[in-house]
């Protein structure tokens, strides 16, 4: 077995990538694969149903796009990780973020503010989103000019009932001086 640079030893991958496939192995010995210098193993564990949320955690602030992305899509993805993914230099990520049943009220209501289209479309989407993060949203300039975003917060029941209904008409003057 290899070992590290500080001398622990690194599990070679396909013994890690097996122990990742059997259900059964320990959730708590889980974490130790969370620094392995595989990508591919660190993308497994945080797609793993089991893993443990300290891993996610760290996970969240990995170099590696797809590892990130895959926290970003885990159902078991604790707040912390989702808030720290919600500033994520990949627009992706964020998406994901912003459609996260699961995200943190605080990072969906940054999110309204997305530079990119696709973040404001995913939370204008999302059934779960705070009534505050979708009216933020909704008073937006990308938003008035955004018909994607118009009909998703239009459909979405957690929209505050005036603003689905100023959502009905024409865009013509900012929703927040409706």
Known sequence: MATDRGGESIEPEEAALARLRDTQYPARRLSALATHPSAEVRRMLAAHPRAPEEALLALAGD????????????????????????????????????????????????????????????LAANSAAPPAALAALASS?????????????????????????????????????R
Do not use: F, K, M, Y
């Not at 970003?72 to 990949?90: F, G, H």
């Not at 300039?141 to 505050?160: G, H, I, K, S």
């Not at 009932?161 to 024409?170: D, V």
């Open 63 to 122: 170099a590696d796009e797809e590892v990130r992305e895959a926290v970003a899509t885990q159902r078991r993805a604790p707040a912390e990780a989702l808030a720290r993914l919600a500033a994520d230099p990949v627009a992706a990520i964020r998406a994901l973020v912003a459609r996260h049943h699961a995200a943190p009220s605080e990072a969906l209501a940054a999110l309204a503010g997305d530079r990119d289209p696709a973040v404001r479309r995913a």
């Open 141 to 177: 300039a990308d938003a008035e000019r955004d018909a994607e975003v118009r009909r998703a917060l239009a459909r979405n029941t957690r929209t505050p009932p005036e603003i689905r209904a100023a959502l009905t008409t024409p865009p013509s003057a900012p929703l927040s001086r």
